[in-house]
Structures are given as structure tokens and as C-alpha cells.
């Protein structure tokens, strides 16, 4: 082989690994906004009127819920990742009833803090999907309040519950500039293991909660920017 074609395949390898470099980040970092989809557990306006003898349906349940989620992913290779997923929720998880006036609701939030695997499918293409599988921990909190409108007045404990999480999910990523990309949208179905009885028999000492789940299965949706280091 000649020196000239020697020179050659080594432009072509350098240039290959450089680009391999530089389409697979070591590091990458998203951020955005989530929509929650709360799985209530049972918890219904007749489980609520079983628990604390409120008549006529004052109370409905909220199920979805505004907030944000963040993740930090470090690359080993160009398919295979490990991430740190963060997120956050915001809301009353109980609304007043169609025909009733009620103040004083206590809110709500909740946090997850999750790591996993994550697996992605990179190529020439301006689209990289990817999925996986992330473990960890679920913080579900409610606010101290004394609820007014009703016959009399209720109140609530702050009360907050940390337990297990599991998301199964993947999304896609938009690349924009070289390191810039859009999350054009992460889905992710979360379980989280709240024993519900417990939770709102402590934010509602005066009830009895029975037979709520012990396992929740919600949906997450995520959309945002990722910025590849």
C-alpha cells in the first residue's frame, strides 16, 4: 500500500471518529415542562362521602397536573446511556363539586427522583428516539387547610408520603443545532406505590379511607430543550 493511500485511510478514520464524537454527546441535559396524569386509586366522590360524611357530592377529584421534569444523561456509547430523571407536580388533588362553593382546599405536590438505563437510536437522521426504564422514588405531599362551605368546617393535616416509582418510557429528540435539540415529546407510564388508605387517613384524621390502590398508574408527559456537551 502506498504512503499516499496510508495517509488517506487515516483522514477517513480520524474524520469518522470525529464525527462519531460529535453525533454522540457524553453528556447531555433536558428540561421542560411535564403534564401529570394522576391515577386517583379509587378515590372517588363516594369513596370521599364513605370516609367523612360529606353529603351531596361536595368535592370532585383532580386528575391532571401541571409541573416540570429535568434529566441529566451520561453516554458510555452511542446506543447505550445511564440518565437522572427529576420531576415535579403542583395541584389540589380535591376540587369543589359542580354545585358547591368551598375555600380553604388544601394543595398538593409531588416529586420523583428516578435513574435508569436508557437506550437510544442514533443515526444521520435530525431524529433520535430512545427509551428506558428508570427506578426510584416518589414524594406525594398535601398542605395543612381548613376547607369552608360545607356544613362544617374540615381540616386537614400536612401529611407527606415517600414510596417506591417505576417508569417505562421513551420519547424523541429533534436536533436543532449541533448542541441543541428539542424534545418533541417524552411519555412515560409511572407507577408509584402510595398506600392511599394511609395517606389520606393521616390528611384526614377524622375519616376512615378503605380499600383505595397501593399501586398508582399514572402518565407522564414531557416536552423541552436538550443541550448535548
Known amino acids: 500500500m502506498s504512503r499516499s493511500a496510508v495517509?488517506?485511510?487515516?483522514?477517513?478514520?480520524?474524520?469518522?471518529?470525529?464525527?462519531?464524537?460529535?453525533?454522540?454527546?457524553?453528556?447531555?441535559?433536558?428540561?421542560?415542562?411535564?403534564?401529570?396524569?394522576?391515577?386517583?386509586?379509587?378515590?372517588?366522590?363516594?369513596?370521599?362521602?364513605?370516609?367523612?360524611?360529606?353529603?351531596?357530592?361536595?368535592?370532585?377529584?383532580a386528575s391532571n397536573f401541571m409541573g416540570w421534569n429535568a434529566e441529566a444523561q451520561y453516554?458510555?456509547?452511542?446506543?447505550?446511556?445511564?440518565?437522572?430523571?427529576?420531576?415535579?407536580?403542583?395541584?389540589?388533588?380535591?376540587?369543589?363539586?359542580?354545585?358547591?362553593?368551598?375555600?380553604?382546599?388544601?394543595n398538593g405536590n409531588g416529586y420523583t427522583l428516578m435513574v435508569g438505563p436508557v437506550v437510544t437510536y442514533r443515526n444521520k437522521s435530525r431524529l433520535t428516539p430512545f427509551i428506558h426504564v428508570l427506578f426510584g422514588f416518589d414524594r406525594l405531599s398535601i398542605s395543612a387547610s381548613t376547607i369552608s362551605g360545607l356544613s362544617t368546617p374540615l381540616s386537614s393535616t400536612a401529611t407527606t408520603f415517600d414510596d417506591a416509582a417505576l417508569a417505562l418510557g421513551g420519547g424523541l429528540d429533534l436536533r436543532v443545532f449541533r448542541r441543541f435539540s428539542l424534545r418533541l415529546a417524552q411519555l412515560d407510564?409511572?407507577?408509584?406505590?402510595?398506600?392511599?388508605?394511609?395517606?389520606?387517613?393521616?390528611?384526614?384524621?377524622?375519616g376512615a379511607f378503605?380499600?383505595?390502590?397501593?399501586?398508582?398508574?399514572?402518565?407522564?408527559?414531557?416536552?423541552?430543550?436538550?443541550?448535548r456537551f
Open 75 to 106: 453516554n458510555v456509547n452511542p446506543w447505550f446511556g445511564v440518565a437522572a430523571d427529576f420531576g415535579g407536580r403542583y395541584g389540589a388533588p380535591l376540587t369543589q363539586g359542580r354545585f358547591s362553593k368551598l375555600s380553604g382546599l388544601p
Open 189 to 206: 407510564y409511572l407507577e408509584t406505590t402510595h398506600n392511599l388508605d394511609h395517606f389520606y387517613g393521616q390528611a384526614f384524621p377524622t
Open 7 to 61: 495517509v488517506m485511510a487515516l483522514v477517513v478514520l480520524s474524520a469518522s471518529f470525529l464525527f462519531a464524537q460529535d453525533a454522540t454527546p457524553k453528556v447531555q441535559v433536558f428540561g421542560g415542562y411535564s403534564l401529570f396524569h394522576a391515577d386517583s386509586g379509587g378515590l372517588t366522590t363516594t369513596t370521599l362521602y364513605n370516609a367523612l360524611h360529606e353529603p351531596n357530592e361536595p368535592f370532585d377529584i
Open 210 to 227: 378503605n380499600n383505595l390502590e397501593t399501586h398508582e398508574r399514572n402518565l407522564r408527559v414531557s416536552s423541552g430543550i436538550v443541550i
